[in-house]
């Protein structure tokens, strides 16, 4: 097989691989698009019949009191509604960057490979002298691989310390408003 050939192939390959990466990563925009808009439509069908209930409840006060038991009630439903929409926007996204952060490490690692196995390929055939090169270039993948796997972890411990973050303010919120509710 020619040299031409064999880049043919390599090419070949390269693409199909590249391809189905897109289709990959179209595929968890799309689901997770879909998912986002779900919630979006649920809450927005939710906000309605809540203010529609709000405005039933103030059409019928009657008194000051009464007026102010409507509005704390309203506020608390609303402080709610908002928690659990984050909570469940939080976790949408999050499950959606998990999806993206496994899909671009895969790639990466896919084509880390392949670029590992063409220098092996072009080591082999190279004339001589030319070991220095190929060192150098094997040397710069190798940087690169350090240096992708550095901020990667560093992006998924961002990422960890956001989440703690995120579920402590929760579950600070959560009784805070149980507390506001029961006054």
Do not use: C, H, W
Request: no cysteine.
């Amino acid at each position: 097989m020619s040299n031409l050939n064999i880049a043919s192939e390599q090419f070949g390959d390269f693409s199909k691989s590249a391809v189905d990466a897109a289709m990959k990563f179209a595929s968890v925009s799309f689901d997770s698009a879909e998912r986002m808009f779900a919630l979006n439509l649920e809450a927005a069908k939710t906000g309605l019949d809540v203010t529609a209930k709000n405005a039933k409840s103030l059409a019928a006060v009657k008194d000051v009191q009464e007026l102010n038991t409507v509005r704390t009630k309203g506020a608390e439903t609303g402080l709610e509604f908002m928690l659990g929409y984050s909570r469940a926007f939080y976790e949408l996204s999050t499950a959606a960057q998990a999806q993206f952060g496994a899909l671009s490490e895969e790639r990466f690692a896919s084509v880390q490979k392949a670029v590992a196995e063409n220098l092996d390929k072009v080591a082999k055939s190279a004339p001589a002298g030319s070991d220095v090169a190929i060192a150098a270039m094997k040397s710069s993948v190798a940087a690169s691989t350090a240096a992708f796997d550095s901020v990667s972890k560093a992006a998924k411990q961002f990422t960890a310390f956001a989440d703690n973050a995120v579920k402590a303010a929760a579950e600070t919120a959560a009784p805070k408003a149980t507390a506001a509710k029961r006054k």
